[in-house]
C-alpha cells in the first residue's frame, strides 16, 4: 500500500507559479511512476506528468511542456509539480498518482494509488 498526500496548491493571480507536492509513505517500490493529474470542473480527469522513480525518466502533456516541470526529491520521498506561467485554464484539482512498474502511461484508470488532491485557482 502506498499513501500519496498533496500540497502546495492555492490562489495565484495569471501569470503567477506554484510549486505542488507529492510525498509517499507506507510501502513504497523503487520500480514505481509517480505522476501529476488535474480535473477541472465538468471535465475529466487527464493527465499532467510523470516521473519512473528510479531512473527519473520523465513524460509531459503535449500543452504543458515549457510550463511546467516534474522533479523528485529522494530523501524526501516527494515529488513535485512546478507550474509556471498560469492561466485561467489551469484552474483545478491537481493530483498526485502511483502506479507499480516502469512504464509510464497517461491513463488515469492505471494508476494504483492516488492522493486527496490539491485545488489549484488562477484568476484572470
Known amino acids: 500500500q502506498v499513501q500519496l498526500v498533496e500540497s502546495g496548491g492555492g490562489l495565484v493571480q495569471a501569470g503567477g507559479s506554484l510549486r505542488l507536492s507529492c510525498t509517499a509513505s507506507?510501502?513504497?517500490?523503487?520500480?514505481?511512476?509517480l505522476g501529476w493529474f488535474r480535473q477541472a470542473p465538468g471535465k475529466e480527469r487527464e493527465f499532467v506528468a510523470a516521473m519512473h522513480w528510479l531512473s527519473g525518466s520523465t513524460y509531459y502533456e503535449d500543452s504543458v511542456k515549457g510550463q511546467f516541470t516534474i522533479s523528485k526529491d529522494t530523501g524526501k520521498n516527494t515529488v513535485y509539480l512546478q507550474v509556471n506561467s498560469l492561466k485561467p485554464e489551469d484552474t483545478a484539482v491537481y493530483y498526485c498518482?502511483?502506479?507499480?512498474?516502469?512504464?509510464?502511461?497517461?491513463?488515469?484508470?492505471?494508476?494504483?494509488?492516488w492522493g486527496q488532491g490539491t485545488q489549484v485557482t488562477v484568476s484572470s
Open positions: 507506507g510501502r513504497t517500490f523503487n520500480n514505481i511512476v
Open positions: 498518482a502511483a502506479r507499480k512498474g516502469n512504464v509510464i502511461d497517461v491513463v488515469p484508470d492505471l494508476y494504483d494509488y
